[in-house]
C-alpha cells in the first residue's frame, strides 16, 4: 500500500511537472507570437507611410514633368518666338508703339 501511494505521488508530480513544462511552453510561444505581431504591426506602419511618401514624390514629380511638357509646347510656339524677340533682343513690330512706365 505503501508503495502505490509513492508510486501514485511520483506519477501526480511526474504529470504536474509535465503540465507545468507543457504551460510554460504555450505560455512562452503566446508571448513569442505577440511580440512578433507587434513588431510586424510597427514594419507595416512604417511601410505604409514610407509608400504615402513615395507616392507623394511620384506624384510631384509627374506634376513637374508636365510643366515641362507644357513650357516645351509653349516654347515651339510663334507666341514665344515674338516674347523672346521683345524681351532680349529689343525687336518690335513696325507700327507698335511701346509705352514704358515712368519713372518717379
Partial sequence: MKKRKQTRRRRDAAQRRGKLGISTVI????????????TMDQRNAAYVEELAQLQNKIDAEEA???DIADLEAYMQTDEYA???????????YEDEIIFKPEEN
Fill in 82 to 92: 515674338e516674347q523672346v524677340a521683345k524681351d532680349k533682343l529689343g525687336l518690335v
Fill in 27 to 38: 505560455v512562452v510561444l503566446i508571448a513569442v507570437f505577440l511580440l512578433r505581431g507587434h
Fill in 64 to 66: 513637374r514633368t508636365q
